[in-house]
């Protein structure tokens, strides 16, 4: 993929929602986030392998005192796997998802965007999990975590395989189908107005601001794996 042409698309256009969806959206939004329904029960319990992953960068950092910053924290279901003496700041423009949370006590400090975050803040990790598909100006949000990082620091993140295979049926049979069947609605309109970047795309952001970048997938490929985990480290000088 060609980056300098990828670039040029950034920030992306966000799709419109009909108003039907736009009136259920945080409800539905947090249904999702927390597993409140069958499918998306289902779909936390395979998304357990990016926290997993995610979570065992902490063990790659030599400082004894680290700062972790998580874009996008959500319902903070990232928390139950991260170590209990991480200083834990987050970035989450939708706080309705975490207010009632049982971790908010873990969370150091909260920010509705990441350019809210005072420049002397340094973390030896920032990270996410099924997040960087959602973002409408993911090359600004890479060179601000840039900034934020420490020069040792890591960036990891588990996505979607979006615009595989095996993730397109995924989700059409078990999320798709369901949404259909309570509201009557396309799911694809949702999920075209929520991902706007796919695997690759993500990916080759990535490695064009990381000289080192390590990829793992659940399954094979990009076209047979449900989920991707990214690891950077080494980013080049962002002004």
């Known amino acids: 993929m060609d980056i300098n042409k990828l670039l040029t698309m950034y920030p992306k256009t966000r799709p419109n929602l009909d108003d ?9 939004y947090k ?4 597993g409140q329904t069958a499918a998306s029960s289902l779909a936390q319990k395979f998304e357990s392998w990016m926290h997993k992953k995610v979570s065992k960068s902490f063990y790659s950092i030599t400082s004894d005192a680290c ?7 959500g319902t903070l279901n990232q928390l139950p796997y991260e170590a209990e003496n991480v200083n834990y700041d987050i970035v989450e423009p939708m706080s309705f998802l975490f207010e009632d949370s049982d971790f908010l006590y873990r969370v150091r400090n909260y920010f509705k965007d990441i350019s ?20 409408d100006d993911l090359p600004s949000v890479v060179k601000q975590s840039i900034r934020l990082l420490k020069s040792d620091g890591v960036f990891a993140c588990g996505i979607p395989s979006e615009g ?21 609605k396309d799911y694809g309109k949702l999920m075209r107005h929520e991902h706007l970047n796919d695997a690759l795309e993500i990916e080759t952001v990535l490695r064009h601001f990381f000289k080192e970048v390590r990829v793992r997938r659940f399954g094979l490929g990009r076209h047979f794996s449900l989920y991707t985990y990214i690891e950077c480290r080494n980013p080049i000088a962002v002004s």
């Open 31 to 34: 249904k999702n986030r927390s």
């Open 67 to 73: 700062n972790t910053l998580e874009i996008g924290a």
């Open 20 to 28: 039907y969806i736009v009136r259920i959206y945080e409800d539905e």
């Open 164 to 184: 595989g295979f095996l993730w397109g049926l995924a989700w059409r049979l078990t999320t798709g189908l369901e949404f259909r069947i309570r509201t009557g």
């Open 116 to 135: 809210e975050i005072p420049a002397t803040n340094r973390y030896c990790r920032i990270i996410s999990v099924a997040v960087l598909e959602h973002l």
